[in-house]
T-cell receptor, first 112, second 110 residues
Framework: SQTIHQWPATLVQPVGSPLSLECTVE??????LYWYRQAAGRGLQLLFY??????ISSEVPQNLSASRPQDRQFILSSKKLLLSDSGFYLC???????????FGPGTRLTVL | EDKVVQSPLSLVVHEGDTVTLNCSYE??????LLWYKQEKKAPTFLFML????IEKKSGRLSSILDKKELFSILNITATQTGDSAVYLC??????????FGQGTRLTINP
C-alpha cells in the first residue's frame, strides 16, 4: 500500500530564514505530487504540482519554490521566509489515471 | 476563475441529528467532485463523484452530485461526536488539479 511522509511536523522559523520541507511517497512509482497550503480557517490552495522528475508547475506567484530531485521526493523551499508564509503545508500524491489525491500528515509552519 | 463554495461555514448540532453539507462550484473542464474529512491534520478521502444522480454511500455518510445545477451535498445521519471535523469539497478541473472550497466546520455535541 502507498504511504506518504512529510517532515518536520511542526516548524517555527524567524522572518528572513530559509525553509526546506520534504515529502516522500512509498509504494508507488511515477506519482503526480502536489504542495498545498492551508491558512487558518481556510481551504487548501494548490502551490505546486509535478508530473515527473524535474517537472514543476507553479499555480500562484510567491516566495516559495519546489523541486523534485527523485521520482518519489518533493521538496518545498524558500530562501527568505515572510510572515505571510505561515500556514499548514500539505503534500499529496495522485495518479494520472484517477482523480483522487491522498495527503501526507502536513507541516505546521509558524514564521515569527 | 474557478470557484468552489461550501455552506454553511460552521454547523453545531446534537449527537443523533442528521446534517446536510452543501458544495456549489463553477469550474471549467469539470472532471469530478471529491469530499474529504479533516480532523487535526491531513484530509482523508471520503467520496469521489463523477455522474449526476448516483448516490455514493459509506455507512452513515452519503453524497450525491447534480451536474446540471452544479452542486453536491454530503449527508451524515445519526451523527456521533467522532464526526466532528472540517469537511472539504474539491473539484478536479483536469490535469489532476483540485480546487478546494473553504470547508464546513461541523461540531457534534453530546
Amino acid at each position: 500500500s502507498q504511504t506518504i511522509h512529510q517532515w518536520p511536523a511542526t516548524l517555527v522559523q524567524p522572518v528572513g530564514s530559509p525553509l526546506s520541507l520534504e515529502c516522500t511517497v512509498e509504494g508507488t512509482s511515477n506519482p503526480n505530487l502536489y504542495w498545498y497550503r492551508q491558512a487558518a480557517g481556510r481551504g487548501l490552495q494548490l502551490l505546486f504540482y509535478s508530473v515527473g522528475i524535474g517537472q514543476i508547475s507553479s499555480e500562484v506567484p510567491q516566495n516559495l519554490s519546489a523541486s523534485r530531485p527523485q521520482d518519489r521526493q518533493f521538496i518545498l523551499s524558500s530562501k527568505k521566509l515572510l510572515l505571510s508564509d505561515s500556514g499548514f503545508y500539505l503534500c499529496a500524491w495522485g495518479r494520472a489515471t484517477y482523480n483522487e489525491q491522498f495527503f501526507g500528515p502536513g507541516t505546521r509552519l509558524t514564521v515569527l | 476563475e474557478d470557484k468552489v463554495v461550501q455552506s454553511p461555514l460552521s454547523l453545531v448540532v446534537h449527537e443523533g441529528d442528521t446534517v446536510t453539507l452543501n458544495c456549489s462550484y463553477e469550474v471549467t473542464n469539470f472532471r469530478s467532485l471529491l469530499w474529504y474529512k479533516q480532523e487535526k491534520k491531513a484530509p482523508t478521502f471520503l467520496f469521489m463523484l463523477t455522474s449526476s444522480g448516483i448516490e455514493k454511500k459509506s455507512g452513515r455518510l452519503s453524497s450525491i452530485l447534480d451536474k446540471k445545477e452544479l452542486f453536491s451535498i454530503l449527508n451524515i445521519t445519526a451523527t456521533q461526536t467522532g464526526d466532528s471535523a472540517v469537511y472539504l469539497c474539491a473539484v478536479n478541473r483536469g490535469a489532476q488539479k483540485l480546487v478546494f472550497g473553504q470547508g464546513t466546520r461541523l461540531t457534534i455535541n453530546p
